[in-house]
């Protein structure tokens, strides 16, 4: 495999980044997943731009341009033959001392993996997934906005254990006011009386870029969307639950907190939505 480190394309063996990197001492850097269809990257464009704005908010500065960035993305699919993949491009402070201060970072790292992606087996989309509410909350966007793409995971990662230890594959996380921010990797939409509605990304939701397809789709299919507040007990109530993201795509929920979501099967309007994001996928997107 082939991997693009700063300005080389190097043998997965040679793609080794420095211990001093603050992207491994601190967790500071920003990064993205991105998926690769038949050829086509889905929404490189919102995907680079959603990097650009982590960075900026960060106060990092971007080592490539966004044609530079497109060049290198599409280059590494090249380079490993692939056609279906995930991409994972990150951008770290680079290498510094062992204090905090990036201003003593001289540049940035950035690197560009495109891999094959393991999928949710097949069995939870036919018949969708069992959930639970986690007692890790999101950050409050005031210390660190969840619209950032940040190498700073862990509160995803405890809400992933915690979803584990009670035998879930994902899991409802609140934010710190107990309202429904998001899951652990993925947004999260519910059908009530036949109209879509998802939290706020102010609520400590990431702006995700299959979260924004849906808003396409919706209207695509006539479909009433709205962001809306949103407590667990709306999703116990709803007709329909599915979550988002660009590893899940469009993922139906059938059960939350031990409670049964509508039929307790995957609904017709979470099938109609997966369709359409699959034919998506297909045409839309950047030929590499
Ligand atoms: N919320 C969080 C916290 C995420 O990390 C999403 C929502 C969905 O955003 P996108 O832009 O992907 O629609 C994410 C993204 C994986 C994997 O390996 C996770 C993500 C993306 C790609 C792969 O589980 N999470």
Redesign the pocket.
């Known amino acids: 495999m082939k991997i693009y480190l700063d300005g080389k394309y190097v043998d997965q063996a040679d793609a080794k980044v420095s211990v001093f990197d603050h992207g491994l001492l601190y967790g500071d850097g920003v990064f993205e997943?991105i998926r690769l269809y038949g050829g086509n990257i889905f929404r490189l464009d919102e995907?680079l731009e959603r990097l650009e704005y982590s960075a900026k908010a960060i106060l990092l500065d971007m080592p490539l341009s966004r044609k530079e960035l497109t060049e290198v993305t599409c280059e590494t699919c090249r380079q490993n033959q692939l056609t279906d993949a995930?991409i994972r491009l990150v951008v770290t402070r680079g290498v510094g001392d062992l204090g905090l201060a990036p201003w003593l970072c001289a540049k940035p790292s950035i690197f560009v993996i495109a891999s094959k992606?393991a999928l949710y087996p097949q069995e939870h989309y036919d018949n969708g997934l069992a959930i639970v509410t986690v007692p890790t909350r999101r950050i409050n966007p005031a210390a660190l906005p969840?619209t950032v793409?940040s190498l700073n995971y862990l509160n995803?990662i405890l809400g992933k254990i915690e979803a584990r230890q009670f035998g879930a594959l994902e899991a409802i996380m609140l934010n710190d006011q107990g309202y429904v921010a998001?899951?652990?990797?993925?947004?999260v939409f519910i059908v009530h009386k036949g109209e879509l509605i998802t939290p706020a990304a102010s609520q400590g939701?990431?702006k995700?870029?299959?979260?924004g397809t849906i808003f396409d789709i919706a209207k695509e299919l006539n479909v009433p969307i709205r962001e809306a507040d949103m407590t667990r007990y709306d999703i116990w109530v709803a007709d329909e639950c599915f979550l988002?993201?660009?590893?899940?795509e469009v993922i139906p929920v059938v059960k939350l907190d031990g409670r049964v979501i509508g039929s307790g099967k995957p609904g017709p309007i979470t099938a109609k939505v997966l369709a359409a994001f699959r034919r998506r996928v297909l045409v839309e997107g950047t030929r590499i």
């Open positions: 997943g995907h995930y992606i969840a793409k995803n998001e899951c652990t990797a993925d947004n939701a990431l995700g870029i299959t979260r988002t993201g660009s590893g899940a």
